[in-house]
């Protein structure tokens, strides 16, 4: 065979058969042609490559060395095919979508918004997961990610979608209870975490406030999770102004202190690149950039407290303010704090 030239579909298409099956009669079956035909193709890929792909005389078909190496390539070269092939078959604006999305931005923003998609795609029908692994970017499974991470994952597209900030949120209830007068009445207070640590000790250095002793902490695997047990006046979680907008502006949940901080991630809109272009994903992706556009710009309004800092950078009293108004609108998406490591699901 000239190098660089591809060896003839056909008989490919009989080898990955026979293989698959271990049988030419299957193959035969399955391709809708002559036990005859199959043997014939299998001998024409093998003068072609001028190897010996199957050992003669077994009552199974049994792959040589050279057969076993080329099998799984030519099993994803079809996969694909066929996939790519069902995707550009498939409507604009019918069809099953999967998506798989961070959890606290599936549960607390895009759920909420799903009837607006709906209205526009009364046709698609989705599949929400609930996943930060971005493993799933190479699943032929799953159509779009919506992943919390650094966003330079290789052999597929992305975007960034928005950055974060972080910032304390508390139900009012537990503040009537317990007041946070100051940073340091966070000791009082049972600290949420929806990562190893790393997203307080962030917030806690900006306040100049990682020497002062604490109380009470309890981790869990995702800010989803941090967030509805602070909702439920378990502790103070950190909030980020895309996910608990929502329940900021119904006051379920209060921002006790103005300092927010940015996250070194963020969220991105992720897929394999052989689906980008499908009229269906397509569709969505554009969907959840437009939606986002839409949602009001602001920072979070704090309920009572200011921290202060000296010309020494030290951070005094808090200075009282207003009590805390709902806000009239959403407040605006900035930077989330660090990913865990090890495939820990986040945000």
């Known amino acids: 065979m000239t190098p660089g030239r591809l060896p003839p579909l056909n008989p490919l298409r009989a080898f990955e058969a026979a293989a698959r099956h271990g049988s030419v009669t299957a193959a035969a079956r399955e391709l809708n042609v002559t036990h005859g035909a199959i043997s014939h193709q299998i001998k024409a890929l093998e003068t072609t490559l001028d190897v010996q792909l199957f ?31 069902a995707l550009i078959k498939r409507p604009t604006t019918s069809g099953e979508l999967t998506v798989t999305c961070v959890p606290a931005l599936l549960s607390l923003w895009l759920i909420p918004r799903m009837n607006q ?30 992943l919390y991470g650094h966003g330079s994952w290789t052999d597929c597209w992305s975007r960034l979608w928005t950055t974060l900030k972080l910032f304390p949120v508390a139900s009012p209830t ?38 002062h002793a604490r109380g009470a902490q309890h981790f869990m695997s ?16 950190l909030g980020d102004t895309i996910t608990a907008s929502t329940l900021i502006a119904k006051g379920e949940l209060i921002v006790p202190f103005d300092l927010t901080v ?17 009229p269906i994903v397509k569709v969505f992706i ?21 921290i202060i800092r000296r010309r020494s950078g030290k951070v005094s009293a808090p200075e009282r303010l ?26």
């Open 117 to 146: 998609f709906t209205e526009q795609y009364p046709d698609i029908r989705l599949t929400l997961i609930a996943s930060n692994d971005s493993d799933h970017l190479f699943s032929s499974d799953v159509d779009v990610c919506v």
């Open 222 to 237: 995702d800010a989803r999770l941090s967030t509805e047990a602070a909702v439920y006046g378990q502790g103070v979680a």
């Open 174 to 211: 537990l503040l009537n209870m317990r007041p946070l007068r100051s940073v340091r009445d966070l000791r009082n207070h049972v600290l949420l975490h929806g990562d190893d640590g790393r997203e307080w000790n962030t917030w806690l250095a900006a306040a100049d406030a990682t020497e």
């Open 286 to 306: 554009d969907w959840l950039f437009a939606s986002l556009e839409q949602d009001t710009i602001t920072e979070p309004q704090t309920s009572a407290r200011r």
């Open 262 to 278: 940015p996250a070194n991630n963020a969220f991105y809109v992720a897929c394999r690149n052989e689906v980008r272009n499908a």
């Open 322 to 347: 207003v009590e805390l108004p709902i806000p009239a609108t959403r407040p605006r998406r900035p930077e989330r704090s660090q990913k865990r490591r090890a495939k820990l699901d986040t945000r």
């Open 55 to 85: 050992e003669r005389g077994a009552q199974r078909l049994k792959l040589t060395s050279q057969g076993a190496l080329l099998l799984p390539t030519v099993s994803k070269a079809f996969e694909d095919i066929a996939a790519t092939t």
